[in-house]
């Protein structure tokens, strides 16, 4: 429970996001905010999954789901990777600073911070604030890509925010013992 709440405090729906600032001809209205919101695919897994739950998979349909999800990582790391460059504008470097410094070094302190002042503990309490301080998610910059959201942007928080998790991870894992 409290990875959850901790996860709704630190990441804004995506769906969301993606419905408001979004590529569109005009203005969003909150009903085609819903609209999107519900026609997104992962919003309907998530209902399907909900409403199958009780029924047992075939083997065949698990032994497929299981082969297309296995594909799912790596097609998304490669899209992400061929919009990544190493050549940013001063304006996309200033906003890729904020923006990881924000999610691998602010989140995860301040989730510190407050768990700490709430006398919050336990494993439940360290992976979620260990979760905060994560980087970009593949399949979210994918979908912002595709969203048109800054392309150039994006791709550098997922490529470079995953090399420099390598080195804050760790540091964030010492301060959780």
Not at 69 to 74: D, I
């Amino acid at each position: 429970m409290i990875n959850w709440a901790l996860s709704w405090l630190w990441q804004p729906n995506g769906s969301l996001i993606l419905a408001l600032y979004g590529t569109g001809k005009s203005k969003p209205t909150v009903g085609k905010i819903v609209k999107k919101v519900i026609s997104f695919p992962p919003f309907i897994a998530l209902v399907l999954a909900f409403i199958l739950k009780a029924f047992p998979y075939p083997p065949v349909a698990v032994s497929l789901l299981e082969i297309l999800a296995s594909t799912l990582v790596p097609l998304v790391m490669i899209a992400v990777g061929f919009q990544l460059t190493l050549r940013l504008s001063r304006e996309v470097t200033s906003q890729l600073f904020v923006g990881l410094s924000i999610k691998l070094v602010a989140a995860p302190v301040a989730a510190l911070f407050l768990c700490k002042i709430a006398g919050l503990e336990g494993e439940a309490v360290q992976v979620s604030i260990f979760e905060a301080g994560m980087p970009p998610m593949v399949s979210a910059g994918a979908l912002a890509i595709l969203a048109n959201l800054s392309p150039a942007l994006t791709a550098a928080l997922v490529g470079i925010g995953i090399v420099l998790s390598f080195a804050t991870l760790p540091i964030l894992y010492q301060m959780l013992l």
